[in-house]
């Protein structure tokens, strides 16, 4: 199973382990990472499920597919990192993945 660490704002890191297939998003459900509260149930439709991906997990994680990237748009924190984690799909290659949960 592949190991995520969602960074809170106040320092914790929760270490979740995640089901290939199945979204970051319900990684964080099921490990009640606090801040990921994921209203839309991963429907892409309400941006609070966003995260801050590690800089070394950009690449692997990729971009933003178009419907997502226009959720961000409306994000007033949003940056080069912003990502909805119902949209990254867990798989092997994100084994390790480290995410920052904005404030």
């Known amino acids: 199973m592949p190991k995520i660490t969602f960074k809170t704002p106040d320092g914790r890191s929760i270490d979740v382990d995640g089901r290939e297939g199945e979204s970051v998003m319900l990684a964080a459900l099921v490990g009640m990472v606090p801040g990921i509260e994921a209203e839309c149930g991963g429907a892409c439709s309400c941006a609070t499920c966003h995260v801050y991906v590690d800089s070394q997990w950009r690449e ?3 971009p933003p597919g178009e419907l997502e990237a226009g959720m961000l748009e ?9 990502r909805l984690c119902c949209q990254i799909a867990i798989r092997d290659t994100i084994d390790g993945l480290v995410v920052n949960v904005p404030e």
């Open 60 to 62: 692997v994680v990729g």
């Open 74 to 82: 409306h994000l007033e924190k949003a940056t080069d990192a912003s």
